[in-house]
């Protein structure tokens, strides 16, 4: 691999504020796809609103996948839309949350902070 295709995660191990950002931008990232995701399905959500959200996010996680791994980089950026729509969908149609399904989302955030707190800890 030439060294413009390969990404070196040490970078991330060298410079904390590196991962922090990765991780902000990670979190953002996360809360334009509940935007952009909303509004797929709710009509209150502008069409540009939309497209903004999509491109930004995606490039937000872009960026963090220069500093992160990749795998824990998308499970925690597609976990906080899941987590985020189940909640959206909840409050704009007036539905209650299942036992269940809160027990689902509970666990679910907690794998997200279980990656975040693992990652970078093992050998990439």
Do not use: C
Not at 13 to 25: D, E, I, L, V
Not at 26 to 33: Q, Y
Not at 72 to 88: K, L, Q, S, W
């Amino acid at each position: 691999m030439s060294d413009t295709q390969h990404t070196d995660n040490s970078n991330a191990k060298a410079n904390p504020a590196s991962r922090n950002r990765a991780w902000a931008y990670v979190l953002l990232g996360g809360a334009l796809e509940i935007i952009w995701a909303s509004g797929f399905k709710y009509d209150a959500v502008p069409m540009i609103v939309v497209i903004i959200s999509l491109l930004v996010s995606f490039d937000l996680i872009v960026r963090a996948t220069k500093v992160l791994p990749v795998g824990t980089t998308y499970a925690v950026f597609a976990g906080i839309g899941t987590v985020g729509m189940v909640v959206v969908e909840a409050v704009a149609e007036g539905g209650e949350i299942g036992l269940g399904k809160v027990g689902l989302v509970l666990l679910l955030l907690l794998f997200i902070i279980g990656l975040k707190l693992t990652s970078g800890k093992e050998g990439h």
